[in-house]
């Protein structure tokens, strides 16, 4: 038999034999497409290549591109597990052609491949293409001798691709493998006619040969492109002579261990192999993604990663298991798939620790949340309901952390739908209160501002890592309002682009280098630099004296001080990551980073804040470093090359197939394009200025160096001084004197409340003589002023004591303009009224609003001039 990763292996040989440059897997998260929220296709890191954006150094491609699809038209979330093909992660295998070869070529590598390569027989290919495409049906004739009544036509919605509304678009041609007659879903069982499993398509050919210039409208591309997906699961099926994925050897494995941990076993019924299947699917998606430095969270990817773990927690309930142990499943996917994703054995310990504590914290909930909706589907039964509204499902989902799909699988078992209109509706109405909506990558994309300039194939060469001046030539100016002009004057801002530039753009975390632009009839300061494209440095300028003109020779002059400082920045945060891997372990990767001259601030994967003497191990090693003045140095190579000598490859960073690699002996190496120190002495000193958390699983230390720090250090020198004059302190006494200050401060405190609490009890034996009765109830309202509620408390109790029947309401004005008010109702009373319901209408003229238990309630107020007004309210209520 074949094994999957035999056939990935076969598959990337085969078309690097045929020219096709081999290209890693892109992470799951698309970082230079913010339009996605996974990458769910082969062709997303080459998308820009498609649209004439970006080029490489090779027109043919092949790649094995690890995907995900749980959300928008590509949602199969309720299918995993059910039926033999959807899953959420999945393995696409494809060739690419940008501009090389196109249909015939795509035809018979795919035929070739599939035929020779893998063996599959002739007679049981079958193959689809446009109704119009008349080229591809004759070439599947001509290439692979398919006779004409095996290749079908069809329309639009199955045989056209399109990147959107405009862009590359094009016929594609599918091939589909006959399963046999036992597949047959019955007699109009056909190609086109329905989509059960007889006719299995394996391979999508996408003819990429138009630009969709707007609807209707449509005009050849200069340069037909190849774009071909294969799935990995569905090819490795058919070879192995299994009608399901989840029967392949890629998933019978981790099955297995699923169904260990429940001592089960698998094919002993349709529930118990579904909640296996869908145990090993999510435990896939789940490696994977943390993998990739995604972690649980309530928003964006974080919520995904966090849906899938719980989703399979759900099913694995449903298998008896009570203690943790999807982490347990995702170390087998480890074990299976580590050879040909290493960065699953990179991050193993860290992703166990990952899912194991997601999981104890949902168990904490799970059990709770399945009683509540328990209750609820047998009340809508009993009424004979069958819908359960979008308000209990988000209360779920708000208080016990519930996705909605394990709200629908626990429902529609009994026959009860969702209203998830109205969920969604109220998951929008709290996103809009919390203003927490996902927002994409959060990356600014230059090229938008500069696409005509990138399409023109405008190039500036960057000269900046030798030099800090040069000489060069204005070759595109751009006003502020993003068009182009021949010459910018004194007081206005816009960029201008140098043939040559010694100017740093903006990127990889590091911010665009400051300076002047000097010519003949004019001066200009660069307020900043950005990266427009991988080669165009487009400079943000401000003519500060005569004007800049198109075609002028200009002499540029990089800010020599503020390049130092953030160079100085740059090469102490590969010094801190290298020191958090040490301190932390290994699973640490770079989450992002802000690069300047003033600061530095490094984002990265961890689950816990960091205690001080961590913080002080980290500090230590990185001034160790810097105390060694260590030399950094830079050696350009390929990325093959730079992964063999063990480089560090930030998480989402694109890189060229010549990378820059960052070396401090013994410390560092890096994948980095940005400037450094000559020696890590030149730092001077690193200090932690903070250490915070910024997501779930994501950390963030801010510090500073050289410079920085001595100002920082000042700042501190001075207010430890300030602090030693106002305590009349000698150094060394303060943390002694400010702790009895603090001491001396709770006492007072605690003897202020205790003398409140001894008036106000001591009014309230007075205040017994205020009792009225209002429709045949004794009732008692009374400000006590300056009492706080601990106060109020102890007179309510006081009151509550001498007072075997009635409502009692106590209030008073605090010293900070605030109101507490405290409500009583004796037990006696409950059937004509409790203090929660009173107390909604009395707290409203203090602006408050309160709640409690039967017998005593409590609110809060910011109107003080509203308590007469309240006890009026109160007395009219009870009348």
């Not at 990952?354 to 104890?360: G, L, N, Q, T």
């Not at 799909?405 to 929008?428: F, H, T």
């Not at 816009?494 to 009839?521: H, K, W």
């Amino acid at each position: 038999m074949m094994t999957a990763s035999e056939i990935r292996g076969r598959f990337l040989d085969y078309f690097a034999q045929n020219g096709h440059q081999p290209v890693s897997s892109s992470p799951l998260v698309p970082r230079e497409d913010p339009s996605l929220l996974f990458t769910n296709a082969g062709m997303v890191q080459f998308k820009k290549v498609f649209l004439g954006q970006d080029q490489r150094p090779y027109r043919r491609a092949v790649t094995a591109q690890k995907c995900l699809r749980v959300g928008g038209k590509h949602n199969d979330l309720e299918n995993v597990g059910r039926t033999a093909r959807h899953h959420t992660f999945f393995e696409m295998l494809g060739n690419f052609s940008f501009g090389d070869y196109f249909k015939e070529q795509a035809i018979r590598l795919a035929w070739e491949f599939l035929t020779v390569e893998l063996g599959l027989d002739k007679s049981r290919l079958y193959a689809t293409v446009y109704r119009d495409d008349d080229e591809a049906f004759g070439l599947w004739q001509k290439v692979a001798g398919l006779p004409a009544e095996r290749i079908y036509r069809l329309g639009e919605k199955d045989n056209f691709w399109s990147m959107g509304d405009t862009g590359p678009c094009g016929p594609c041609s599918e091939i589909l493998v006959d399963q046999g007659e036992h597949m047959s879903c019955g007699p109009n069982c056909g190609i086109g006619s329905c989509d059960c499993d007889r006719y299995l398509e394996v391979w999508n050919l996408v003819f990429m040969q138009y630009d969709q210039i707007e609807p209707g409208k449509r005009i050849d591309l200069p340069r037909p492109s190849i774009d071909t997906g294969m799935g990995l699961e569905r090819i490795a099926a058919i070879c192995q002579g299994v009608y399901s994925n989840y029967d392949t050897d890629l998933f019978q494995k981790i099955i297995a261990r699923a169904a260990e941990l429940a001592k089960v076993a698998y094919r002993a019924g349709e529930e118990t192999d579904t909640a296996l299947r869908v145990i090993a699917d999510h435990s896939r998606a789940v490696a994977f993604l943390i993998a990739d430095g995604i972690l649980p969270s309530n928003e964006g990817r974080g919520y995904v990663l966090r849906r899938l773990i719980r989703r399979a927690l759900r099913f694995g309930k449903l298998l008896g298991l009570s203690d943790p142990f999807l982490y347990e499943v995702a170390l087998a996917v480890v074990t299976h798939m580590g050879e040909a994703y290493p960065e699953l054995l990179a991050n193993r310990d860290f992703m166990t620790r990952v899912v194991r504590e997601e999981e104890e914290r949902f168990a904490a909930t799970l059990d709770k949340g399945l009683a509540i909706l328990s209750e609820e589907l047998d009340a809508l039964a009993a009424r004979g309901e069958t819908t359960l509204s979008g308000e209990s499902a988000f209360k779920l989902y708000d208080t016990y952390g519930f996705p909605l799909d394990i709200v629908n699988d626990v429902a529609g078992k009994r026959g009860i739908g969702v209203d998830e209109p109205a969920y969604r509706a109220c998951m929008d109405e709290q996103k809009a209160r919390a203003k927490k909506a996902w927002k994409g990558s959060g990356e600014t994309d230059p090229a938008v501002l500069f696409l005509e300039l990138l399409e023109s194939g405008l190039k500036s060469r960057f000269v900046g890592y030798d030099a800090l001046s040069a000489q060069s030539r204005v070759v595109a100016l751009i006003s502020a309002a993003g068009r182009p002009v021949e010459r910018l004057i004194a007081g206005e801002t816009g960029y201008a682009v140098f043939g040559v530039t010694p100017f740093y753009g903006e990127s990889g975390g590091q911010a665009g280098d400051t300076g002047t632009a000097e010519t003949l009839t004019g001066l200009a300061d660069v307020t900043t630099t950005l990266k427009a494209g991988a080669d165009l440095t487009a400079h943000h300028v401000t003519v500060t004296k005569g004007e800049l003109l198109l075609d002028q020779e200009a002499e540029l002059r990089v800010d020599e001080e503020t390049r130092l400082a953030t160079a100085r920045n740059h090469t102490c945060t590969h010094l801190l990551h290298a020191a958090l891997k040490k301190v932390l372990g290994a699973h640490v990767n770079q989450a992002g980073s802000l690069v300047a001259p003033d600061r530095l601030r490094f984002d990265f994967t961890h689950i816990a804040a960091l205690s001080a003497e961590e913080i002080v191990r980290v500090e230590d090693e990185v001034n160790q470093a810097i105390l060694a003045a260590l030399p950094v140095s830079r050696e350009t190579m390929s990325q093959e090359a730079a992964r063999a000598k063990g480089a560090t490859a930030l998480f989402g960073e694109k890189y060229g197939d010549e990378v820059r690699v960052v070396t401090v002996p013994g410390v560092s190496m890096e994948l980095c394009g940005g400037t450094h120190l000559a020696s890590t002495g030149q730092a001077g000193s690193f200090l932690v200025l903070s250490e915070t958390g910024v997501a779930a699983g994501v950390r963030r230390i801010e510090a500073a160096t050289g410079k920085n720090v001595l100002a920082h250090t000042r700042t501190l020198r001075a207010e430890y001084e300030q602090g030693l004059k106002a305590l009349k302190a000698a150094p060394g006494e303060l943390p002694g004197r400010i702790k009895k200050l603090f001491d001396d401060i709770k006492a007072l405190t605690r003897e202020k409340e205790h003398l409140a609490g001894k008036l106000a009890s001591g009014r309230g034996r007075d205040l017994m003589d205020d009792i009225v009765d209002i429709a045949g109830t004794r009732v008692l309202t009374a400000r006590l002023d300056g009492a706080n509620i601990k106060a109020l408390r102890e007179a309510m109790d006081d009151l509550r004591s001498k007072l075997p029947s009635g409502v009692v309401c106590l209030a008073a004005a605090q010293d900070d303009g605030k109101v507490a008010l405290i409500l009583s109702v004796t037990k006696d009373l409950h059937a004509r009224f409790t203090a929660p319901a009173l107390i909604k209408a009395v707290s409203a003229p203090i602006n408050g609003s309160g709640g409690g238990r039967p017998d005593l309630a409590q609110a809060g107020g910011a109107n003080p001039e509203g308590i007469d007004e309240a006890f009026a309210t109160l007395k009219t209520l009870l009348a």
